[in-house]
């Protein structure tokens, strides 16, 4: 029996040309998820302003699906950049100048528009704090004047020194029963 020298095994990996397939796919899923949010963050809204209840809760559960399909995506694209050479948390600008020749005119687009859409989240999101911070308070507002309540909590002080009660001296019932 003659002995020969392994030859390698051959490499079986994904060729670039369908891994930057798969990043163009994976950032398109992303900018869609995106388009998603910025859709729930204006229902929301338009909820608020119609005091429409039962369409806030709808949108956050929307809100909360979209959000861990998104995490599902991302987690994709983290895959992807170890699959091309990045690192786990490499941005896409870091991965593109990685790649340099290899990413085509229609990654740099998906890049950009993945780029816009969670610039535009990111806005929109701000607006919906805005807006619902505002609601709470007015709401907060318009109970206590419902109920006859202060204007302001009185259970803590707000600036570090306790109001004295207009009310009935404290310990009246204690003193009077002992």
């Given at each position: 029996?003659?002995?020969?020298?392994?030859?390698?095994?051959?490499?079986?990996?994904?060729?670039?040309?369908?891994?930057?397939?798969?990043?163009?796919?994976?950032?398109?899923?992303?900018?869609?998820?995106?388009?998603?949010?910025?859709?729930?963050?204006?229902?929301?809204?338009?909820?608020?302003?119609?005091?429409?209840?039962?369409?806030?809760?709808?949108?956050?559960?929307?809100?909360?699906?979209?959000?861990?399909?998104?995490?599902?995506?991302?987690?994709?694209?983290?895959q992807l950049n170890i699959l091309?050479g990045g690192s786990e948390d490499?941005?896409?600008?870091?991965?593109?100048?990685?790649?340099?020749?290899?990413?085509?005119?229609?990654?740099?687009?998906?890049?950009?528009?993945?780029?816009?859409?969670?610039?535009?989240?990111?806005?929109?999101?701000?607006?919906?704090?805005?807006?619902?911070?505002?609601?709470?308070?007015?709401?907060?507002?318009?109970?206590?004047?419902?109920?006859?309540?202060?204007?302001?909590?009185?259970?803590?002080?707000?600036?570090?020194?306790?109001?004295?009660?207009?009310?009935?001296?404290?310990?009246?019932?204690?003193n009077r029963t002992a």
């Amino acid at each position: 029996m003659t002995l020969f020298p392994q030859e390698p095994a051959p490499r079986l990996g994904v060729p670039t040309g369908a891994l930057l397939d798969a990043l163009h796919d994976a950032l398109i899923s992303e900018r869609k998820l995106l388009d998603d949010l910025i859709g729930q963050m204006r229902r929301q809204r338009a909820s608020v302003a119609a005091d429409d209840i039962e369409g806030v809760d709808e949108s956050t559960f929307a809100t909360h699906r979209i959000l861990a399909t998104l995490g599902q995506a991302r987690t994709r694209r983290r895959q992807l950049n170890i699959l091309l050479g990045g690192s786990e948390d490499c941005t896409l600008r870091e991965l593109e100048d990685m790649l340099g020749d290899q990413v085509d005119t229609r990654l740099r687009d998906a890049r950009l528009r993945l780029t816009q859409a969670a610039d535009l989240l990111t806005r929109e999101v701000g607006m919906n704090r805005k807006l619902l911070r505002e609601a709470l308070t007015n709401t907060d507002q318009h109970v206590r004047t419902l109920v006859g309540a202060p204007a302001q909590p009185t259970t803590y002080a707000t600036e570090g020194v306790a109001t004295p009660s207009s009310g009935a001296p404290r310990g009246v019932l204690v003193n009077r029963t002992a």
